[in-house]
């Protein structure tokens, strides 16, 4: 069973939103580049990532602009086993027990098909329902920088060995126009690793693809009946995502679901806060920077997107602040943080200790209203405001 979660749309709604969700940790076939340990067949935080998205997507399933009404899950685990996703809502899981099918390419064209035929394509009064795709796992590109997704079964073809790679790339620039869907979001947590083997194909990599269209059909994705896709994956050409050995979901899907859940959001036309595509594609790697200290990032979007999709509602609006001691300063408290208009003040949550130059230094991770001005007091004379701008701030108290 690979429906994790289903539920009828009702009359009353005008578009849904449809998930297929792909995490996959075991790689047998696939050679091991140079510099890399057996660690390399065995990802597990790719299929915990996938877990946690589908865990997001349930929980927020009304706060969606196109409320969810499925989600498809396909998962190998790190040791080859078939991937678990635990029981989702007592109502709207069809399954038995908490198994899912595993992440090959068989498999992804089967229940792809059934992920697009679910799409109920904008026409009429109908808006286009939603489809959301994530993805984490080993990823490569092409010499033409197309990205692209390895699944268990890539390399297992001695005459075809990159044949099972599935083109993420196409899914981007392509899923708009096969679908007619009201938005397309495609997030791509893996490397776009440069491999030797790859440069000396012949032809490069082909892969599959999921939808295929025309140069004809793909240029009236700019017309303004039609939505490109919000894509991002979490590499540029040639880099290298990151992710925790030891498990967990990963910096980028830890992130994005930060991101799309509430801090990457900006006003719509009517002044309710939402969370959009310009805000998710420019506003995750300060994100990153900001939450997990992950400098080194460089994620980078699959296709054109269109500024005006937006994905969530934020009834509550916060974002995500970091403030933090000069070198040198112990304060066992964060002290008084205050909203400078209201004198409002804001309950702070002690994160602990980082280390920053060799020397110790205080953070502290708060979530305040945005478009504010804070006032910080931490005593012993160390006091600054700041700005809360989304989606996140690091503000350094001296």
């Known amino acids: 069973m690979t429906l994790v979660f289903e539920r009828e749309r009702s009359s009353s709604t005008k578009a849904v939103t449809h998930a297929l969700i792909v995490g996959c940790g075991y790689f047998p076939h696939l050679p091991v580049p140079d510099g890399k340990n057996a660690d390399y067949h065995h990802r597990l935080a790719c299929p915990d990532s996938a877990r946690e998205m589908v865990k997001f997507l ?116 392509e899923l708009p126009w096969c679908t007619r869907a009201g938005a397309c979001w495609i997030f791509m947590d893996a490397c776009q690793e440069i491999l030797p083997q790859v440069v000396s194909q012949i032809g490069g990599v082909t892969g599959w693809k999921l939808v295929s269209t025309t140069i004809e059909e793909l240029a009236i994705v700019n017309k303004k009946d039609i939505k490109s896709a919000a894509s991002l994956a979490a590499s540029s050409f040639g880099t290298l995502a990151s992710a925790p050995k030891a498990g967990g979901a990963t910096f980028f899907t830890k992130a994005l679901i930060e991101a799309l859940g509430e801090c990457c959001m900006e006003l719509d036309d009517q002044g309710k806060w939402m969370t959009s595509a310009k805000e998710v594609i420019f506003g995750i790697e300060k994100l990153v920077k900001i939450l997990f200290n992950q400098i080194n990032v460089e994620y980078a979007p699959l296709s054109k997107f269109n500024e005006e999709l937006f994905f969530l509602h934020v009834s509550d609006p916060k974002i995500p602040v970091v403030i933090t001691t000069v070198p040198g300063v112990h304060i066992k408290k964060p002290g008084k943080i205050l909203e400078k208009s209201s004198g409002k003040l804001v309950h702070s949550k002690k994160s602990g200790n980082i280390i920053v130059g060799g020397k110790s230094t205080m953070q502290w991770l708060v979530h305040v209203s945005p478009m504010k001005y804070f006032k910080v007091n931490l005593g012993s004379k160390l006091s600054g405001e700041f700005y809360s701008k989304p989606p996140a701030k690091s503000f350094e108290v001296k």
């Open 58 to 173: 349930v929980e927020n399933r009304d706060r969606l602009l196109a409320p969810l009404s499925s989600v498809r899950c396909l998962i190998t685990e790190a040791n080859g086993d078939p991937g678990y996703v635990p029981k989702t809502h007592p109502q709207f899981d069809p399954r038995d027990d908490e198994r899912v099918e595993k992440a090959n390419t068989e498999r992804l064209k089967h229940h792809g098909d059934g992920w697009i035929d679910a799409c109920q394509p904008k026409e009429g009064e109908h808006q286009g329902d939603h489809m959301f795709f994530y993805a984490c796992s080993h990823g490569i590109a092409d010499r033409d920088e197309t990205a692209f997704l390895l699944l268990e079964d890539i390399y297992k073809s001695s005459r075809a060995k990159w044949r099972n790679a599935l083109n993420v790339g196409a899914l981007a620039s």
